[in-house]
């Protein structure tokens, strides 16, 4: 009759013996693992650092568009301002005979 080696007794020198066996190889595994996932980041740090950015929205048109964009919210500002609270027209903000009454005014001139 054959036993199977699974069902024998086995000593408890022997079972220490595999437990740190089975630990070591945990180990391995483990800083194995640790070092594919550097070794991962490093390869995308590469990749990122040799290929250079390719902006499909460049700055120097941003800059214009965000100063276009200042612009028009200064003068629909100045629009709704001088409408409300001023009880004008708001196209008469933008004629020169208005800006030069405004700056009359500041100065004190008649």
Do not use: C, Y
């Not at 640790?34 to 941003?62: C, N, T």
């Not at 003068?75 to 020169?96: H, N």
């Amino acid at each position: 009759m054959t036993q199977n080696p699974s069902s024998q007794n086995t000593s408890p020198k022997a079972k220490q013996e595999t437990a740190a066996a089975s630990e070591e190889q945990e180990i391995q595994q483990e800083t194995s693992r640790k070092k594919e996932r550097k070794g991962k980041k490093q390869r995308k740090r590469r990749q990122k650092l040799s290929k250079p950015r390719l902006r499909i929205f460049p700055i120097w048109l941003r800059i214009i568009v965000i100063l276009i964009f200042a612009v028009t919210v200064f003068v629909i500002g100045l629009m709704i301002g001088f409408a409300v609270l001023g009880d004008g027209s708001p196209l008469e903000v933008l004629r020169l005979e208005t800006w030069q009454h405004i700056i009359d005014i500041v100065n004190k001139t008649d």
